[in-house]
């Protein structure tokens, strides 16, 4: 069993940044592929970024590819989602998903995949 933690969420300005991160706990943490989903009121849960256990690996969306990076540190057993350039449609509730197996390249994109979830952390990009 994990346990998902996130934090560092908050309202921001558009084309500011911020850090988000996502403590786990339970199970080996570098074992686990790590995932960033997020859902915006009305919309279906989307897929943000993903990581591989050992960091080697890493899987964005187009809407977030060249002013996001995923990464982590596995001595802290925490995922973060470093976040630039924001705008207001990045608003909404983020995730942190963990699974411990994912064969599949497409796997990582898949929320359906994913065991663990967090509670989730509110962003706001105000214009």
């Known amino acids: 069993q994990v346990q998902l933690v996130e934090s560092g969420g908050g309202l921001v300005q558009a084309g500011g940044s911020l850090r988000l991160s996502c403590a786990a706990a339970?199970?080996?943490?570098?074992?686990?592929?790590m995932g960033w989903f997020r859902q915006a009121p009305g919309k279906e849960r989307e897929f943000v970024a993903a990581?591989?256990?050992?960091?080697?690996?890493?899987y964005y969306a187009d809407f977030v590819k060249g002013r996001s990076t995923i990464s982590r540190d596995n001595a802290k057993n925490t995922v973060y989602l470093q976040m630039n350039s924001l705008k207001p449609e990045d608003t909404a509730v983020y995730y942190c998903?963990?699974?411990?197996?994912?064969?599949?390249?497409?796997?990582?994109?898949?929320?359906?995949?994913?065991?663990?979830w967090g509670q989730g952390t509110q962003l706001t990009v105000s214009s």
């Open positions: 990581i591989s256990g050992s960091g080697g690996y890493t």
């Open positions: 339970g199970g080996t943490f570098s074992s686990y592929a």
């Open positions: 998903a963990a699974q411990g197996t994912l064969h599949r390249y497409s796997d990582y994109f898949a929320k359906e995949r994913y065991k663990y």
